[in-house]
């Protein structure tokens, strides 16, 4: 019989915690062990009780991760300094972690990559499977066409959204760079809507648009001479990130260290 693997939460009273605790109930073989809220107050308690049975489901609240050590993977969509508190303590504590909170840094980067030598850290900018299967689409497409066309980058997200462009654009525009053997940082262009903007050859455009309550657009843009490519991608629900990244949390389970991406969980 297969053991089961006990789940941590940190953010769990936000748009993707929400999301994770409701999907939590689709996988026998997890269980939510500790839910990380950032204040512990009557209002957010009722708010948990609607959400899952607190008492029933023996499931323990703190205002810290540093308070309990009950569980085997922490799954974090929160912010970047947050996360990174967390990350420590898992590493402290030889806990896995799945990653989802965007807006990190190169400095974040590294730190995961080192503190991947000791424990496993899986994480994903989108963990859609829709946008894992795009980038295989966007990688033979950059593979040929895309030195000769040019390539816009769009994405539209919730009103509350921090980060920008989103974590998602960045991880497609490093993936065509990538794929042209070329430097990111050289050929990305955020700042287009300046009076004399003018395009330089192979230069990946990032657009932006925060509205309303849309949970996630991306699309693709290759246009040459000839022809035009687009490719898009809609999420309809926060479900298709919450259940990637429990998926994520069952696959790294039997995994000791690395650091690894949604990718690698399709990969199969
Ligand atoms: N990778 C993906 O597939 C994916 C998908 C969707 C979103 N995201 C990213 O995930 C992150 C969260 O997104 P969201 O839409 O869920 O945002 P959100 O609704 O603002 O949720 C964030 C939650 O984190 C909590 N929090 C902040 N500091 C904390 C702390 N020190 N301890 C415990 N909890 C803390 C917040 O509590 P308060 O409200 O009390 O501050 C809030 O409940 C963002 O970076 C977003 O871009 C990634």
Not at 57 to 77: C, G, S, T, V
Not at 209 to 235: C, P, T, V, W
Request: aromatic content about 6%; some cysteine; charged content about 30%.
């Amino acid at each position: 019989m297969k053991k089961t693997i006990k789940i941590a939460i940190s953010g769990a009273l936000g748009k993707m915690g929400t999301s994770l605790i409701k999907e939590s109930k689709n996988f026998k073989n997890i269980k939510l062990n500790l839910l990380i809220l950032k204040k512990i107050n009557k209002k957010n308690q009722k708010k948990l009780k609607k959400l899952i049975k607190i008492k029933k489901n023996n499931i323990l609240i703190e205002d810290n991760i540093k308070k309990n050590k009950n569980f085997d993977i922490l799954i974090d969509f929160t912010n970047p300094k947050n996360t990174m508190k967390n990350l420590k303590f898992c590493y402290n504590n030889n806990k896995k972690i799945i990653i989802g909170t965007t807006g990190l840094t190169e400095k974040h980067y590294i730190d995961m990559k080192k503190k991947s030598k000791k424990i496993s850290i899986l994480y994903s900018s989108n963990f859609s499977v829709g946008i894992n299967l795009l980038l295989k689409l966007l990688e033979i497409t950059t593979k040929n066409i895309g030195l000769e066309s040019d390539i816009e980058i769009s994405e539209s997200h919730h009103r509350y959204k921090i980060d920008s462009p989103s974590g998602t654009a960045l991880t497609l525009g490093k993936k065509i760079a990538k794929t042209l053997k070329k430097d990111f940082n050289n050929i990305s262009n955020f700042e287009k809507n300046t009076k004399k903007y003018k395009r330089k050859k192979n230069e990946i455009g990032f657009n932006v648009i925060r509205a309303g309550e849309i949970i996630g657009n991306h699309s693709i843009l290759f246009i040459n001479k000839e022809e035009k490519i687009e490719i898009k991608h809609q999420a309809f629900s926060r479900k298709t990130f919450s259940k990637g990244a429990i998926k994520a949390a069952i696959w790294i389970n039997n995994k000791k260290n690395g650091l690894f991406t949604m990718e690698n969980v399709l990969k199969k």
